[in-house]
């Protein structure tokens, strides 16, 4: 039975075999941080508790079925079994310790622990998955039907846009946001599919979303879309933005109530000019009728 806690370390809980008389399955576990990343460290431990009246032969590790390291209590002797380019620090590695370096992608699989003891030599293994994240290498790319900057959007209009997460494995989750908030799957002005490739045993994700450009999509006349792509808690990574405006109306400036006076004063001005040489010639006559 395996049993994960909340900080990722993964307990495998033993049982005894029978005729294994003395060391109960209770005492006996496979601890280790699960999962990992690639090019991380690795510190296994098989746990267990030996009564006085037994002594440990030997203890195993394996990869699926490939023994890997072994270890003779009574000797303290220790036998590194090569395993690709699998680097064990044997200096720290013991009956109850195994200290793997740079762990490489290939230990994603069943990882086992085997305590045997001394005649009858009745063993008990201990086996639980490991999982070794290979993160992309890019972060996610996103292109939209609309560019990547678009100041002349409007209400309604439809934007297209795709999300890619370069190979990974496993595959990456993609989330979009919109104002940095994610976009849910269930909203029904938004479409989003979600398409998956293999290569190599490395996956390739990528998403298409279909968005109908409503007002509750911007914020103060603007809007920003990008996407995410992570693995578990080991992985996360986000796109450029896409940054779009509604486009302004083209309305007449109205001025400002001094501007309005000021144009007036300007005609007043012009008309005062226009009919100056009249209102002389006027003056002229009035005092002559008064003389």
Same mark, same amino acid.
Not at 68 to 80: A, H, L, N, S, V
């Given at each position: 039975?395996?049993?994960?806690?909340?900080?990722?370390?993964?307990?495998?809980?033993?049982?005894?075999?029978?005729? @294994?008389?003395?060391?109960?399955?209770?005492?006996?576990?496979?601890?280790?941080?699960?999962?990992?990343?690639?090019?991380?460290?690795?510190?296994?431990?098989?746990?267990?508790?030996?009564?006085?009246?037994?002594?440990?032969?030997?203890?195993?590790?394996? &990869?699926?079925?490939?023994?890997?390291?072994?270890?003779?209590? &009574?000797?303290?002797?220790?036998?590194?079994?090569?395993?690709?380019?699998?680097?064990?620090?044997?200096?720290? +590695?013991?009956?109850?310790?195994?200290?793997?370096?740079?762990?490489?992608?290939?230990?994603?699989?069943?990882?086992?622990?085997?305590?045997?003891?001394?005649?009858?030599?009745?063993?008990?293994?201990?086996?639980?998955?490991?999982?070794?994240?290979?993160?992309?290498?890019?972060?996610?790319?996103?292109?939209?039907?609309?560019?990547?900057?678009?100041?002349? !959007? +409007?209400?309604?209009?439809?934007?297209?846009?795709?999300?890619?997460? +370069?190979?990974?494995?496993?595959?990456?989750?993609?989330?979009?946001?919109?104002?940095? @908030?994610?976009?849910?799957?269930?909203?029904?002005?938004?479409?989003?599919?979600?398409?998956?490739?293999?290569?190599?045993?490395?996956?390739?994700?990528?998403?298409?979303?279909?968005?109908?450009?409503?007002?509750?999509?911007?914020?103060?006349?603007?809007?920003?879309?990008?996407?995410?792509?992570?693995?578990?808690?080991?992985?996360?990574?986000?796109?450029?933005?896409?940054?779009?405006? !509604?486009?302004?109306? &083209?309305?007449?400036?109205?001025?400002?109530?001094?501007?309005? !006076?000021?144009?007036?004063?300007?005609?007043?001005?012009?008309?005062?000019?226009?009919?100056?040489?009249?209102?002389?010639?006027?003056?002229?006559?009035?005092?002559?009728?008064?003389?």
């Amino acid at each position: 039975m395996s049993l994960l806690n909340k900080s990722g370390i993964l307990f495998c809980i033993g049982f005894l075999i029978p005729g @294994l008389s003395g060391l109960s399955g209770e005492d006996i576990s496979l601890v280790f941080k699960n999962p990992i990343k690639e090019g991380d460290d690795l510190k296994l431990l098989c746990m267990f508790t030996v009564p006085n009246n037994i002594s440990i032969y030997t203890v195993k590790w394996y &990869k699926g079925t490939r023994e890997i390291f072994r270890y003779f209590p &009574k000797d303290k002797e220790k036998q590194r079994i090569p395993f690709g380019d699998l680097t064990i620090d044997e200096r720290h +590695s013991d009956m109850h310790t195994l200290n793997l370096k740079v762990v490489p992608a290939y230990m994603t699989g069943n990882v086992s622990c085997e305590v045997t003891p001394e005649p009858p030599y009745n063993l008990i293994v201990k086996t639980s998955p490991l999982l070794v994240v290979v993160p992309p290498k890019q972060k996610p790319k996103l292109e939209t039907s609309l560019g990547m900057t678009n100041l002349g !959007l +409007s209400l309604n209009q439809k934007l297209s846009a795709n999300c890619t997460s +370069s190979a990974s494995k496993p595959a990456v989750n993609i989330t979009f946001f919109i104002n940095d @908030l994610p976009v849910r799957p269930d909203d029904p002005t938004i479409g989003i599919r979600i398409h998956r490739e293999t290569k190599d045993d490395f996956e390739i994700q990528f998403a298409e979303l279909e968005l109908q450009l409503l007002q509750k999509y911007f914020k103060d006349g603007k809007i920003r879309l990008k996407c995410g792509a992570s693995i578990l808690h080991l992985y996360n990574a986000t796109s450029d933005d896409f940054i779009g405006e !509604l486009m302004r109306s &083209k309305t007449p400036k109205q001025g400002s109530i001094f501007g309005v !006076l000021g144009g007036a004063n300007r005609i007043d001005a012009g008309i005062t000019t226009r009919f100056w040489p009249i209102v002389l010639v006027a003056v002229s006559t009035m005092k002559q009728l008064f003389l």
